[in-house]
């Protein structure tokens, strides 16, 4: 019998270790992108709606002192060691690459620099094909890094956690080839940083939000307002400094996944019913 059916990952989470820990049989799948718990034990159900409706009155309870997600409004999980705890290894990864990158100029001199660079011609990817991501991982003032990997924290866990780690990279390489290509073409090979990856992941989770906003993590139409708003400040304003043609062609890129894999997932729903 299905006891409840959740699109937060972590509530299911709860009540599947609470009920387990109470010697109920639980049994958990998904369905229309939300996770369902079943107690095949029909002996037990009684009892397992009980005290499944008793730990949930005792979360809305706290829910004022539950932090919530500045991305999306949703209760953000109760994880043991914090922020750090909250993501998974692609968006570690990218944080602890892009910092150890930023650091080599001090120590090593700028020869990792020059090699992780865009090449001077397309051509140049043929013999160093890592060259159409690497830029990514390229940033020239502590300003520059903190605010791309703040975002990159921030959005990267959300696909991570609700997704996958491969949607993550998968995502994240796409959005960057297209949005260094495109920063090539505009203005040749000196730049960097991650705020074209960053720019694809809030189309990817604004588009696929949008299409499936049972998934329950939507984001928030301020954040959506407020980057879309920087990025035609730097547009009007900074357009000398800033690496604008990344911005967009990322911000494009990443809408047009977010509407493939949107679509994709809400078809499976829609065929399961």
């Known amino acids: ?27 958990r799948h998904e369905a229309d992108e939300q996770c369902v718990l079943v107690i095949p034990d029909p002996g037990q159900y009684p009892h397992a709606r009980q005290l499944t409706e008793e730990l949930i009155a005792d979360l809305k309870r706290g829910q004022g002192r539950q932090p919530l997600e500045p991305l999306t409004g949703q209760p953000q999980p109760l994880l043991s060691g914090g922020w750090l705890a909250s993501m998974g290894w692609v968006t570690k990864t990218g944080l602890v690459l892009c910092v150890a990158i930023f650091l080599t100029p001090y120590l090593l001199g700028d020869g990792v620099y020059r090699a992780l660079l865009f090449p001077s011609s397309l051509e140049g990817l043929a013999s160093q094909p890592w060259r159409l991501i690497t830029p990514m991982l390229l940033h020239f003032s502590i300003l520059h890094i903190i605010f791309n990997l703040l975002w990159w924290a921030d959005l990267g866990r959300l696909i991570e956690r609700h997704q996958s780690s491969a949607q993550l990279l998968l995502v994240t390489l796409v959005t960057a080839g297209i949005s260094n290509v495109a920063q090539f073409l505009h203005s040749g090979p000196l730049f960097g940083g991650l705020s074209g990856v960053v720019y694809g992941l809030l189309g990817y989770l604004w588009i696929y939000g949008r299409l499936n906003p049972g998934a329950g993590y939507a984001l928030r139409r ?5 980057m879309l708003a920087w990025m035609v400040i730097c547009f009007v304003g900074l357009s000398s400094v800033v690496a604008n043609a990344a911005h967009l062609a990322g911000l494009v890129s990443g809408c047009l996944l977010g509407g493939i894999f949107g679509l994709m997932a809400r078809g499976k729903s829609h065929a399961r019913v």
């Open 1 to 27: 019998m299905e006891l409840i059916r959740t699109p937060q990952p972590e509530l299911a989470d709860l009540i599947e270790r609470t009920l387990t820990r109470n010697g109920f049989q639980v049994e």
């Open 222 to 226: 301020e954040i959506v307002l407020f």
